[in-house]
C-alpha cells in the first residue's frame, strides 16, 4: 500500500500511547507500519536527501504537531506518551485527527502562527499541502527547481558552438577530478581524429592511467553502431575505458551494448551532463542557501 501521510498517522500514534505508558520512537514507528502492513520495501523506503525513511520521517512529524497541541509530551529523549488532553480525545472517538482538528488547541493555534509569521497561510497551504510533511516539501521543491535549471543548460548547451562544447566537457571532468591540471585536460581532449577518439583525459592526477573520450553534439538519439565504433576504436589502441558524451540520449541498444562488452564505457547524456555540471558548479552560480539544523542530541547527554 501506499505509505500514509503524516495527517493519516496521528490518530493510530495516539491510539498507540493509550496504554499510557512511555514507548520509544523506534517502537511507535515499528507499530505504525505494522498497522498499516507496510511491505519491508515500503519501510526502508527513503526521502531524496536519503536521511530517513519516509515512514520515520512521517511519524515523527505526526508526533511533532501532536506535541505542540498538547496530545502527548516527551517524558524523556527519543519517548512520548499520552497526556490527559490526549487521553480526552480518544474518548471523543474522532474519526480523523489532523491540522483541522488540532486547531481547537490554543497551544497549537500559537505554534502556527509562529510558524507562519513571516509568510501568509494561503500561500504556505498552498506550497506545502498536507499529504507531504514540511521537510519532504522542502526536497520536492528542491528537486523541481533542479529539473527545471537542468533543462535550461541543456537547451544552452545543444545551442553553443562545438568548441565552446569541448571546454565545457573539460571543466566538468577536471571538477570531477580528472585531468590532473585544467592545461593538461584542455590539452588532452583536443580532436585527434583518432578512429573514433575526440580525446585522452589522465584519470589520476599522476597520470597513471586514461580514458579515452568521445563527445557528440547531436540532436538525435545515440545509437548502438555509434558505441560499436567508439568501443573498436578503444581496441585499436589497447585502451579498456572511455567516456561517451553526448547533449542527446542513448538507445536502450547502446545501453545494453555497454554492459555485454569488456571495456568499460561510460555513457553520459545530456540530462546527466547538465546534473554533473550543477553537481560541480560548472555554468551555475549558488542563488540562495537554506540550513536545516537538527537537535543535537548528543550535547544534552548528561541531562
Known amino acids: 500500500m501506499t505509505i500514509p501521510d503524516y495527517e493519516t498517522l496521528?490518530?493510530?500514534?495516539?491510539?498507540?500511547?493509550?496504554?499510557?505508558?512511555?514507548?520509544?520512537?523506534e517502537q511507535a514507528t515499528e507499530h505504525i507500519a505494522s498497522r498499516f502492513e507496510l511491505t519491508p520495501e515500503e519501510r526502508e523506503e527513503r526521502i531524496p536527501s536519503g536521511n530517513s525513511t519516509y515512514i520515520k520521517n512521517r511519524t515523527g512529524w505526526a508526533r511533532t504537531y501532536l506535541k505542540k497541541a498538547g496530545l502527548l509530551c516527551s517524558p524523556k529523549r527519543g519517548h512520548i506518551q499520552l497526556t490527559d488532553?490526549?487521553?480526552?480525545a480518544l474518548t471523543e472517538q474522532?474519526?480523523?485527527?489532523?491540522?483541522?482538528?488540532?486547531?481547537?488547541?490554543?497551544?497549537?493555534?500559537?505554534?502556527?502562527?509562529?510558524?507562519?509569521?513571516?509568510?501568509?497561510?494561503?500561500?504556505?497551504?498552498?506550497?506545502?499541502?498536507?499529504?507531504?510533511?514540511?521537510?519532504?516539501?522542502?526536497?520536492?521543491?528542491?528537486?523541481?527547481?533542479?529539473?527545471?535549471?537542468?533543462?535550461?543548460?541543456?537547451?544552452?548547451?545543444k545551442s553553443c558552438?562545438?568548441?565552446?562544447?569541448?571546454?565545457?566537457?573539460v571543466d566538468v571532468i577536471v571538477a570531477m577530478g580528472y585531468g590532473g591540471s585544467h592545461r593538461d585536460a584542455a590539452t588532452a581532449t583536443k580532436k585527434s581524429h583518432d578512429g573514433g577518439i575526440d580525446g585522452i583525459i589522465k584519470q589520476d592526477r599522476l597520470g597513471l592511467d586514461a580514458i579515452y573520450i568521445q563527445a557528440k553534439k547531436w540532436e538525435a538519439s545515440i545509437h548502438r553502431p555509434e558505441i560499436q565504433k567508439f568501443a573498436g576504436a578503444l581496441q585499436g589502441v589497447r585502451a579498456r575505458k572511455g567516456i561517451f558524451i553526448t547533449t542527446?540520449?542513448?538507445?536502450?541498444?547502446?545501453?545494453?551494448?555497454?554492459?555485454?562488452?569488456?571495456?568499460k564505457i561510460v555513457l553520459i547524456d545530456g540530462i546527466e551532463l547538465a546534473q554533473l555540471m550543477i553537481d560541480h558548479g560548472i555554468g551555475v552560480t549558488l542563488h540562495q542557501?537554506?540550513?536545516?539544523?537538527?537537535?543535537?542530541?548528543?550535547?544534552?547527554?548528561?541531562l
Open 10 to 25: 496521528m490518530l493510530p500514534l495516539l491510539e498507540f500511547l493509550s496504554d499510557g505508558a512511555e514507548h520509544s520512537m
Open 85 to 88: 488532553r490526549g487521553r480526552q
Open 94 to 157: 474522532p474519526s480523523r485527527i489532523d491540522r483541522t482538528y488540532l486547531e481547537q488547541f490554543p497551544e497549537f493555534v500559537e505554534f502556527q502562527q509562529k510558524t507562519n509569521s513571516r509568510t501568509d497561510r494561503k500561500e504556505v497551504e498552498t506550497i506545502a499541502p498536507t499529504t507531504q510533511t514540511p521537510e519532504e516539501t522542502i526536497e520536492v521543491g528542491y528537486s523541481q527547481l533542479r529539473s527545471q535549471l537542468a533543462d535550461e543548460l541543456l537547451d544552452l548547451i
Open 161 to 169: 558552438s562545438s568548441d565552446f562544447f569541448e571546454r565545457l566537457v
Open 248 to 263: 542527446s540520449s542513448f538507445s536502450d541498444g547502446a545501453r545494453d551494448y555497454v554492459a555485454l562488452i569488456d571495456s
Open 289 to 302: 542557501t537554506y540550513e536545516i539544523k537538527r537537535l543535537d542530541s548528543d550535547y544534552f547527554s548528561d
